[in-house]
């Protein structure tokens, strides 16, 4: 006997998708932490943008703050204000992992992937936003 599933609407899979790319984020800078060198770099004032400054933490935080905004703004925004947000900030993320990926070790191109095929599937599933019938 077939199982009843409910449909999911787009809002609540694109809100999911941010909130599990957000995570692989998180999780993708804490192994980092792991690579030998990166913890005395990090006391030594190194951060992922060069030296360590108010200004480079502000940027790498509006950074993560963006999937962690995109969760609640998926969900409230109006339909056209947030398909269109969704595009653009998908399109963004994605361009910007893929600066990233270049001489990264193996956990991070893998968590990177996953993120792309997430930042993807955004794309995919704002592009397609279901259209109201007449």
């Known amino acids: 006997m077939p199982l009843h599933d409910l449909k999911i ?56 703050a963006v999937p962690a905004v995109m ?8 339909p056209q204000a947030a398909r269109w947000l969704n595009l653009l900030v998908g399109v963004a993320l994605t361009g910007i992992v893929l600066v990233t990926l270049p001489g990264a070790w193996t956990f991070y191109v893998f968590m990177s992937l996953v993120e792309i095929a997430m930042q993807l599937a955004v794309i995919g599933y704002a592009w397609r936003w279901p259209r109201q019938t007449p």
């Not at 969760?71 to 109006?78: A, E, G, K």
């Open 9 to 64: 609407h787009v809002r609540f899979k694109l809100s999911a998708l941010w909130t599990a790319i957000m995570f692989c984020y998180v999780y993708g800078d804490f192994w980092g932490l792991y690579r030998p060198g990166n913890l005395r770099d990090i006391l030594e004032g190194m951060g992922p943008l060069g030296p360590t400054s108010q200004g480079s933490l502000l940027a790498v935080s509006v950074l993560l």
């Open 71 to 78: 969760i609640f703004l998926s969900l409230v925004l109006p």
